[in-house]
């Protein structure tokens, strides 16, 4: 069994309930273990939302080449050299944010 002191206990529920308003605790009802099962599930639901949002965001050009500090041709180059996949629709020309990302976290050393 793990025991919190009352002060360590009371700051995590401020932090949870301070970044995420919608939890609201009974602390009459719940012990320890379903607390921990609740925070957990609350982070993965986060990541897993997070992620989710990140893979389906499409950006223009000029978004891109923004973030990632360079122009139009280097966007060329980067699609020639398969490094960064435009996505074409119509006249519409959109790039993936995770590919971006990728490429801002990560370099071009291919």
Not at 68 to 84: D, G, M
Request: proline share 2%.
């Amino acid at each position: 069994m793990i025991f919190f002191s009352s002060l360590t206990f009371a700051t995590i529920i401020h932090v949870i309930t301070k970044t995420q308003p919608k939890i609201f605790f009974d602390m009459e009802k719940i012990n320890i273990q379903e607390l921990a099962e609740i925070i957990a599930a609350k982070v993965i639901q986060s990541m897993k939302s997070t992620n989710e949002q990140e893979e389906g965001r499409l950006l223009t050009r000029a978004e891109v080449c923004a973030r990632l500090s360079c122009s139009s041709q280097t966007l060329w180059r980067y699609a020639k050299k398969n490094l960064l996949k435009p996505i074409k629709f119509g006249g519409a020309v959109r790039y993936r944010e995770c590919d971006v990302n990728k490429i801002a976290k990560e370099g071009t050393s291919r």
